[in-house]
Each structure stands twice: as C-alpha cells, then as structure tokens.
C-alpha cells in the first residue's frame, strides 16, 4: 500500500465504474510540470514506501527546477515489460538460470517471476531468405520454424513456467506495431490489493525502439534486457530526473512530403541539438496536424537522435487511434476522463515549461533520404545524387567500374558502384504507417501502370509491421502492383532493418565480392549502421516507403529522383517520379475507405493463441528448465557460478590491457552483430564443431539464448575498425601476451588474457555504445574479461548496460581523446579509486595510469560514469542481476 503522504489517494467514476486513482494536484507545483514528468510524478504517489519512494523525492519533482542539471535519483516502476525475441530469449534464459541459482542460494525458485505484465512479441526471426516470388511468406515461415523451432519450444515453456508472461506467436507483427495496435493501455486498469485502479500506462521494452508508444502518449523507452529482467522482478528503474527539451511543432506538411520526411528532419535537429538522456517532449498548434501514426515514427526514432523518450501528450487523436484499432469504449473512455482528470489532456493553448526549447515549422521539411551510414545524416533528396558521388570513392578504389553479369535467366547488364541490390519496405519505423504504406502502393500501382518494373539486380521486399496492412492493401485491390514490381509478402516482422536480409541474389552477391563493387541497400528502416543491412552491402539509406519502390525502379542511387527519368517503359519513354507520385488527397481518401476498426479487432482477437504451427510445438513442463548440453541455441548461462551470497569488495584495476581502441560512433552493432555469422568466424567454427550445417547458422540474433556463440561473436562486426591492429577489418585485435604481439581474433585473445589473469580495456570515441539496446553488447564484453571502458561519451542504454554487467564506464576528460593524450593501445593501464565504491561513496574521477613500453607513463583523472545511487549498487553486486539475485533470496 502506498504511503499517501499527500492525501492523493480519490476515486474517478467513468460510466459508472468507480477507480482509485492518485490525484497530482495534490502535490504543489505539479500543474506546471510538463507531460512526461507528470506521468514520473503519478508513478511515485502510487508507490510511495517512505523508503525507495519517499516523500521528499515527490516534493523535489513538484518542484522541479527546468534549469537545473539532473542529479536527484528516483525510483521509477513501469507497468509493465515489453520484449522481443532476439532481446527476449536471453531474459527468458536469465530467469531460467536465476531460479536455480536462487535455490542454491537458499531462497524460492517461484519468487523468480514477472509481478507485473511482461509481454513478448516474436518478430526478430524470419528472414528474407525467398522474395519476388507469391509464396515467399509461406516459406520464410518454414524456414524461421525450422531454424527456431528449439527457440520457440523454449518461449513456450516460459509462458507456461513464469506467470504475467505471454507471447505473441510468430507472423503477427512487429513488436512496436502490435505494441500501439493492442498491447498499449495508454491509461492502465489494474486490481491492487483487491482495488480497481486506474494509472498511467508506463512500461520498458528489451528493444531501443519502445519509444514508438511514446506517439500514444505512453511514457516508455527501451533497456537493457538485463535491466528488464530486475523490472519483471519487481526492482524499480533507477533514473535520474531529466531535463525535458520541449518541441514545439507549427504549420503542417506540404503535399509531397512524408512521415519519413519529417522524421528524418527532426532527427537531425534532435541530434544537433544533443539531447542524449533528455526527454523530448512535442508541443503546440502543430501537434493537432500531426495524425497519431506520424507520432509513433516520430516517437520510434527517439534511438537515433539518443533521447530517453519522445513524447506526445494524450488529445483527441490518441483516443480516436484507440477507436480505429479496435479498442474497447470502456477503455477509450477511461482514457479521455483519466487525461482531462490529471491535466494530461492537450491543451495546445497552454505552453508548458521545459529545460531548452527547439521548434519546427512543418511547412519547412522537404523530401529526404539518410545515409549512407547514420540515420541522422540526413540528405535532402534533391541533393541525393551529389551526396552520393561524394561518398562512394570512401568505400571502393574504382568508383567509375562497371561488372557484367548475367543472371540465371539469362538477363545481362553492367552492375555498378551504387547499384541498388536490396529494397526493403520494412521496419516499425515506418509499417505502422498507413499514409506511407498505401503511398507505397499506389506509387507501385501508378508505376506498374506505366509499364515500369524493378531492376533485375535489386532484391525487393515487403515485411510489414501488422497483418492489418495487407489486409488493407487487399480490400483496396492493391496488392497485386506490389507484386508485380517483386515487393511480395516475406514476413512480419523486423527483417532488413535487423539485418535479415537474406542471401542477394546470387549473381549479384559473387560480382560484389569479387570486383568489390560498393552497392547501396534503401530500406524504410531506422537504422542503417555500417555492416547491419548485408555483408555485401557498403552504404545503406532510409528513406519513405515510397521512395524505396521509386529506388527499387530506378536501380541506382547514381540518380536526381526529382529531375532525372526513373526508368523508361517498354516504348522507351522516359518515365519521371512524379508522373507517378500520388498526391494526398489520393492517399487519404484510400487511407479513409479501406482501414476500418473490425480489422485489427479481427487480427488481435486471439493474438496470444497463435497458428497450429504455434500451438502443436511440444512444449516442455515444470517450473524449472531442463537443460541441454547439446544445444546450440539455448544454453544455461554462466553468470551465477559460484555466486556467494555476499558480494566481495571491488578492488582497484592493476595490469590491464587493451583489448579494442575505437574510434567515434561504436554501435552496439559493432559491439555486438545481430545478422549473418561468418562461417571463419570462431562463432562460425564453434557451430561447425557442434554439428551445425552452414545454412542452419541462422544469425547472431537468433542464437542469444547461448552464451558460447555470443562471446565469440564480440566486436565481430564485419566493419569494425580496432586501431591497435591497423589494416584489418573485422573482429580482429593484437594479443600482448605473446612476444611481438600477433594479430588474431579478439575472442582468441581473450582467452590467452583470461588464462594469464590479465583484466582487458577497451579505449573509444565519442558516441560509444550507440543504436540498439542490445544486452549482449555488455554481456559480450564482460564475459571476454573487459573490465573497464574509457570513452569520450556514451550513448544511455549501453552505459547503463555495462555497469548492469560489473563493467566499469569512464569518461575521458572533457577535451581530452586517447589520441590527444598519446595513448596508442600497447600501454598496461590501472585504475585507482574503484575502492571507495564500497564506502557508499561514487568518486566524480578515477586516476588512470597508463604505462608504456619504455616505463613512461600517461596520467590522467577520467570521469566516473555511475550516475546514481542504484547504479553503484549493481556495480559493487558485480552486476545487475547479482544485485537482484541477492534481494530475492533473502526475502
């Protein structure tokens, strides 16, 4: 029971039910704080204790001072988790592993288990391995089944073994999309303690992306899956209050613009502006002309711009979206009541007051494209052509060479630098999009029309986010120009964006490698990070679904889309985009007759029940896993072994060496690879040992349940540059623990370090860690026996991952680089000051000593990134889990 220092505690009649709710208006100041620090405030009333929760940390956000830097810590309880596969089959074998370990600890193995709602949407898993063809959906389906049929078994005793625990079946969409088509509450109904309440819809989701609820008013952002694991299990989410950057947004979009467009826009405004580990929050007139399904992109790319959340706040658009979907009236209208009640109602009139002001007028954004390696560099489309000859002599010798091929048909013609070769309509970004999909498809129906179709070198695709989408293509006769230009049906789910692309064709794949072409990938994606799209693949964009057809036409990004022909028909006329652009009068009145509400009442009926694919896999029993030793996809993990019940002290860091030193922008994609696993590769040669077949390797991603192929898999990013072995690529360092130090694999390394007791370093640049909240980034650099990161700056999720790992995050001075202070990688390093972590006490710097070859030495204070209370306390426990471990059995 809440401590109710404020007397908040009242009741909300809507329709003649009657919630407890918790009033803010209780708490001075609370009228003046923007939407999201609302929604914080709401979350500490109802869980006040007196002891994580107090009265005074409620009082210090009703006060919330906007200009201040953040640096007063609470205790923030989500709703609920949100997973998916790739993220979630880990947690789920964390939770396995911690209920034996618990019991070897003393405690109750069902005291692991979820106390709030954890729900799992399967999406990471299909693969475009078929495309063009109509029965590609059919059988990437028995190829996923078949490959994770040992995952899936897996998932599905988790559902039964764990309660508040559900899976959403493979084939049914997104996690993100079926997160804002159903599992999204946006006010949250739940019986406590025998009483109906009615609170916020809160939650933490295992993939970065989450923040695409933040478009329905729900306060949400992605973790760590170690952190969602603690989350599940009742610990709070440590956080600092944040400074909120308020978006002002006027004017709407011009014909001819995008959902894409725009978002692309304020990605990079938002980047420019460095809002890392700030809340955004939009505002103003322009908010009422920006449709709930461009929120949601916008919310969606949060991630790419690195601000914790991207929030609009809840008006008439947020209940008539709930209204499209299919959503119950009762719930719709506790939503409208709940909002007006608290002061989370819109009003555009009011202007609220935030930490830093940014605005966009909507009339301004123009058609873009971003890449060829970040999403926030963003291209004006008009200037697509000339930004691409600036770039691809950086990724090829011979920027001007033409490889013929022919194709298995028979087709010749010359492929080229800058050859499309993927074309992917994919992604959450942008399939949750109904402007932009059926853009999409009229674009392709306008073309088809023209006698256009697609370059035969470009592997095309469509994996929308929701079944609801073809449904819709299908009752608006589109679904057949789709098909005519190869965009079939491959899978829903999270294909190329996730680097599920699948094999390019296979003449296409051989001249790439063999002439070493630079070809371009163009997908509706949100991330396009060096090595995530294809391992063919040099320069990947994103850019509208439209776009992605127009591309897919064109067969080059060598190519003015506004001024030069697409393509020419089969009379050889030229054919120009905007001879087949539809305008968006078209788009929405199609939009308006096709999409109805019993749609995704019809998809979301039964969305936990699943195929008879689904339902007829055998399921293990019991409330405790049995293991397989022979598994090559679900193995118990390490991190309990001989785990005391109290933690030792951490001590200071003598002798270290550098595993990695790495320049700007490391994404956990470098970090940790979620695509193709390379068959010379020791996670390759690991699989081929245990009897693996090179064409059931599936991926990275799929194989997180086991711990063995992920160590290997390591800063194994095809792309990856370590200096301290120049002239490689890949995942490949120096081992200083043999004379002359050889160049070999960074897993190989780390074994010979780990025999000798050598803890490792990795030294790196600005932006470290950033992209996709992938555990495994800092699981992996744990378990090779990293035990320090130095970088210039971080991204949030990934700092906070580490320190959940009992890694350490140290921040160079400001100013201050290895390169600036002479430090080439070969030098042994100390930390001194780790110590007094154990006193309670969190040093603002740590003194780093880093010796020489020659005996001279490079000192230095670097900055101690544990930023708050909680965090130290998962440090000093040796990890997230560990802290975690420990409270449950003693409880």
């Not at 057949?480 to 190329?496: E, I, P, R, S």
């Not at 010379?680 to 194989?703: I, K």
């Not at 992996?780 to 990934?798: F, P, Q």
């Not at 204070?861 to 909680?870: E, F, K, L, S």
Request: hydrophobic residues 40%; contains cysteine.
């Amino acid at each position: 029971m809440s401590v109710n220092s404020f007397g908040a505690r009242s009741s909300l009649d809507v329709n003649g039910t009657s919630y407890e709710i918790f009033r803010l208006d209780a708490v001075e100041g609370s009228a003046k704080l923007p939407f999201s620090l609302k929604v914080l405030l709401e979350n500490l009333l109802r869980t006040e204790d007196g002891a994580n929760i107090t009265k005074a940390d409620i009082e210090f956000l009703g006060n919330w001072d906007p200009s201040a830097e953040p640096d007063h810590e609470i205790q923030f309880t989500p709703a609920r988790v949100i997973m998916q596969d790739f993220t979630g089959v880990p947690c789920v074998v964390d939770l396995a592993t911690m209920r034996e370990a618990v019991v070897a600890l003393g405690g109750d193995p069902d005291k692991v288990n979820p106390l709030s709602p954890a729900e799992m949407v399967i999406d990471h898993s299909v693969i475009a391995e078929v495309f063009g063809v109509a029965s590609a959906f059919q059988q990437n389906t028995d190829i996923e089944y078949q490959r994770n049929r040992e995952r899936y078994q897996f998932l599905r005793w988790g559902q039964t073994a764990f309660d508040n625990f559900k899976v959403v079946p493979p084939g049914t969409g997104i996690v993100h999309q079926v997160n804002i088509e159903h599992l999204a509450r946006v006010i949250f109904p739940r019986t406590v303690d025998g009483v109906l309440q009615a609170y916020p819809d809160t939650c933490v989701g295992t993939d970065s992306h989450t923040t695409m609820v933040n478009g329905l008013g729900v306060v949400g952002w992605g973790v760590g899956g170690i952190e969602a694991e603690a989350a599940m299990l009742g610990q709070p989410v440590s956080m600092l209050i944040p400074r909120v950057v308020g978006f002002k947004l006027k004017g709407k979009l011009n014909e001819g613009t995008t959902a894409t467009d725009l978002v692309l826009t304020i990605t990079e405004m938002l980047r420019a502006h460095k809002v890392v580990g700030k809340f955004v929050e939009f505002y103003g007139e322009g908010v009422a002309q920006v449709p709930l399904a461009n929120r949601a992109t916008i919310g969606n790319m949060s991630p790419e711009y690195g601000s914790t959340i991207a929030i609009f706040p809840i008006d008439d658009k947020t209940t008539d979206y709930m209204r499209l979907t299919g959503r119950d009236e009762e719930q719709i209208a506790l939503v409208e009541a709940y909002a007006k009640a608290q002061g989370l109602w819109h009003d555009p009139s009011v202007e609220p007051v935030f930490s830093e002001y940014i605005e966009l007028d909507l009339s301004t954004v123009v058609p873009s494209i971003a890449g060829p390696k970040r999403p926030q560099d963003r291209i004006k489309l008009v200037d697509a052509k000339t930004n691409f000859a600036e770039n691809v002599p950086l990724y090829t010798s011979d920027p001007a060479k033409v490889v013929p091929v022919t194709l298995a048909d028979g087709s010749s013609f010359g492929l080229t630098n800058g050859a499309v070769t993927v074309a992917s309509i994919t992604s959450c970004t942008n399939t949750s999009n109904p402007s932009v999909m059926i853009g999409a498809a009229l674009l392709a129906k306008n073309a088809v029309e023209k006698g256009l179709t697609r370059k035969p070198w470009v592997k095309t695709s469509l994996a929308p986010g929701s079944q609801v989408v073809t449904d819709y293509y299908e009752k608006a006769g589109l679904t057949q120009y789709l098909d005519a230009l190869g965009f079939n049906l491959v899978g829903y789910g999270c294909v190329t964006c996730i680097g599920n692309t699948g094999p390019l064709i296979p003449e296409i794949s051989k001249a790439v490698n063999d002439e070493d072409l630079a070809v371009a990938a163009v997908l509706s994606g949100n991330r396009n990070f060096e090595g995530r799209i294809s391992p063919d693949v040099k320069m990947n964009y994103l850019a509208s679904p439209m776009l992605v057809i127009a591309y897919a036409l064109a067969g080059t990004m060598d190519i003015d889309l506004l001024t030069d022909p697409i393509a020419q028909n089969d009379a050889g006329e030229d054919v120009f985009l905007k001879d087949i652009w539809p305008s968006q009068d078209e788009i929405e009145t199609v939009v308006g007759s096709s999409i109805s509400a019993d749609m995704f009442s019809s998809r979301y009926a039964d969305v936990f029940t699943g195929d008879e694919r689904w339902r007829s896999l055998p399921t293990p029993e019991g409330n405790t896993f049995e293991w397989d030793d022979a598994s090559t996809y679900v193995r118990k993990g390490p991190y309990f072994d001989g785990m005391p019940a109290e933690p030792a002290p951490v001590e200071d860091i003598a002798g270290a060496r550098v595993l990695l030193k790495l320049g700007d922008s490391v994404t956990t994609d470098h970090i940790s690879p979620a695509g193709n696993i390379k068959a010379d590769s020791p996670a390759g040669r690991y699989l081929s040992e245990h009897g693996v077949e090179r064409r059931d390797f599936n991926s990275y991603g799929s194989r997180r349940g086991n711990h063995e192929v992920m160590i290997r898999g390591t800063f194994a990013n095809i792309r990856l540059r370590n200096q301290i072995a120049p002239g490689t690529e890949g995942g490949f360092t120096r081992d200083f623990t043999v004379a002359d130090a050889p160049v070999t694999t960074v897993y190989e390394a780390s074994v010979n370090y780990a025999e000798q007791g050598t803890p490792l370093v990795v030294l790196s640049g600005k932006e470290y860690g950033s992209g996709s909240s992938r555990d495994w980034a800092a699981k992996g650099t744990a378990l090779l026996g990293v035990r320090v990161v130095i970088a210039e700056s971080y991204e949030r999720i990934h700092r906070s991952n580490l320190i959940g790992m009992g890694v350490l995050p140290l921040q160079f001075p400001e100013g201050q680089t290895a390169d600036s202070l002479g430090l080439s990688g070969e030098e042994t390093f100390s930390v001194s000051g780790v110590t007094a972590l154990n006193d309670g006490i969190t040093p603002k710097t740590m003194q780093v000593t880093a010796v020489r070859a020659d005996g001279t030495e490079v000192v230095f204070d670097a900055v101690v990134r544990i930023d708050t209370p909680g965090e130290r306390g998962y440090y000093v426990n040796g990890g997230i889990m560990q802290y975690v471990l420990r409270q449950l059995a003693k409880a």
